[in-house]
């Protein structure tokens, strides 16, 4: 069984970058997708981007398209956030998910087609 852990979150400055890295040991052959999801303070936990292991296909969020890129390494033990040009609104803690199987592709966004969830990494972007 598969226990994501996150890591790299931090205190930065809007415009600045942030690599977030989620180490996914043991994960099955079978699963084949990452996700990032986040929680800003008094919100809903919130898709931000995911990935196919197998294929490399990415998924955003439109609040993320341009400044994130999702990625993941050849060996199917970590996935990567990048993110650029970071704004306040982008504050939250980061969760990585990954599922048991394969899920469609309606699904990749959605936080019940994932399984298996990290503890967090809490970003924060001041003004």
């Known amino acids: 069984q598969v226990q994501p852990v996150e890591s790299g979150g931090r205190l930065v400055q809007a415009g600045d970058s942030l690599r977030l890295s989620c180490a996914a040991s043991g994960r099955s052959s079978r699963s084949d997708a990452m996700a990032w999801f986040r929680q800003a303070p008094g919100k809903e936990r919130e898709f931000v981007a995911s990935?196919?292991?197998?294929?490399?296909?990415?998924y955003y969020a439109d609040s993320v398209k341009g400044r994130f890129t999702i990625s993941r390494d050849k060996y199917g033990n970590a996935g990567y956030l990048q993110m650029h040009n970071l704004e306040p609104d982008d504050t939250g803690v980061y969760y990585c998910a990954v599922p048991q199987g394969r899920p469609i592709l309606s699904m990749m966004r959605s936080q019940t087609a994932y399984d298996y969830w990290g503890q967090g990494t809490q970003v924060t972007v001041s003004s």
């Open positions: 990935i196919r292991w197998s294929s490399g296909h990415t």
